[in-house]
């Protein structure tokens, strides 16, 4: 199981971005798919995710900027991120939480760094 992700680079405060992951293997079934962000220095935390496919979470500072979508047909996951911030420069990256043949795991993908400047 693989997840791949895309969609980072660089904006100016105030713009928009996409981001896209997508999860490819033997794959039985996904629960959670989510983004999570590091910024230098910094811990890993959540942005948002979607679970069991339709129940959403995200984080107090992304809310009303952010939207995470799923699509299950092609176990993929968006976030549309609108109204960007510097604070919101980090890599982000692709979490899924899913069934294969080895069981029930969480899988993440390669990261992708966004950059809010200008």
């Known amino acids: 199981v693989q997840l791949q992700a895309s969609g980072g680079g660089l904006v100016r405060p105030g713009g928009s971005l996409r981001l896209s992951c997508a999860a490819s293997?033997?794959?039985?079934?996904?629960?959670?798919m989510g983004w999570w962000r590091q910024a230098p220095g910094k811990q890993r935390e959540l942005v948002a995710e979607?679970?069991?496919?339709?129940?959403?979470n995200y984080a107090d500072s992304v809310k009303g900027r952010f939207t995470i979508s799923r699509d299950n047909g092609k176990n993929s996951v968006y976030l549309q991120m609108n109204s960007l911030k510097p604070e919101d420069t980090a890599v982000y990256f692709c979490?899924?939480?899913?069934?294969?043949?080895?069981?029930?795991?969480?899988?993440w993908g390669q990261g992708t760094l966004v950059t809010v400047s200008s």
């Open positions: 293997g033997s794959i039985f079934r996904i629960n959670t």
């Open positions: 979607v679970i069991s496919g339709s129940i959403t």
């Open positions: 979490k899924a939480v899913l069934s294969s043949a080895v069981g029930w795991r969480e899988y």
